[in-house]
T-cell receptor
Framework: QKEVEQNSGPLSVPEGAIASLNCTYS??????FFWYRQYSGKSPELIMS????GDKEDGRFTAQLNKASQYVSLLIRDSQPSDSATYLC??????????FGSGTRLLVRP | DVKVTQSSRYLVKRTGEKVFLECVQD?????MFWYRQDPGLGLRLIYF???????EKGDIPEGYSVSREKKERFSLILESASTNQTSMYLC????????????FGPGTRLLVL
């Protein structure tokens, strides 16, 4: 059974701080990795994708991938109250399917 | 701009009714997916389709069927709705195997009484 694990949280950080969200996965054959943000009552929206080891930056967001350790993380710099949401980690293996973690709830305190 | 639409945002049905949920994408995507999302269980794949008239079972296909007669449209059918099918249903699409990013529709919140 392929699994993607995330801490459910909530992760609470003050406004302006760095929020660090982590995800581990079980399938070493996984090829593509995604972070989605989901506001309460809304559908997931893609924040970032990452395919190779290392860091990928997009504005205030940085995704980090370490295939040897089988983890992927998302850093949010200068966190804002509008970043408060559930963040879903998703991992794609050799099939068409994405496997989702259950999500980490982030709370950014003003 | 990427656009996935679902026929209803909210739906209330009775036990035993046949329920149709429709999803349409305007991006010429090959792949389409149906998920359900429940608190504490995350997103679970019900069915997916990688081509017109093609379908594959996901992780929880029991009690559901799908139809893909046209590339842009993927329908989820609850043959005889039950209360344990009360959930948020999310449709998604992706371009193909290489471009795997999945784009989600707004979701349908289904309540079965």
């Amino acid at each position: 059974q392929k699994e993607v694990e995330q801490n459910s949280g909530p992760l609470s950080v003050p406004e302006g701080a760095i929020a660090s969200l982590n995800c581990t996965y079980s399938d070493r054959g996984s090829q593509s990795f995604f972070w989605y943000r989901q506001y309460s009552g809304k559908s997931p929206e893609l924040i970032m994708s990452i395919y190779s080891n290392g860091d990928k930056e997009d504005g205030r967001f940085t995704a980090q991938l370490n295939k040897a350790s089988q983890y992927v993380s998302l850093l949010i710099r200068d966190s804002q109250p509008s970043d408060s949401a559930t963040y879903l980690c998703a991992v794609k293996d050799s099939s068409y399917k994405l496997i989702f973690g259950s999500g980490t709830r982030l709370l950014v305190r003003p | 701009d990427v656009k996935v639409t679902q026929s209803s945002r909210y739906l209330v049905k009775r036990t035993g009714e046949k329920v149709f949920l429709e999803c349409v994408q305007d991006m010429d995507h090959e792949n389409m997916f149906w998920y359900r999302q429940d608190p504490g269980l995350g997103l679970r794949l019900i069915y997916f389709s990688y081509d017109v008239k093609m379908k594959e079972k996901g992780d929880i296909p029991e009690g559901y069927s799908v139809s893909r007669e046209k590339k842009e449209r993927f329908s989820l059918i609850l043959e005889s709705a039950s209360t344990n099918q009360t959930s948020m249903y999310l449709c998604a699409s992706s371009l193909g195997q290489i471009q795997e990013t999945q784009y989600f529709g707004p979701g349908t919140r289904l309540l079965v009484l």
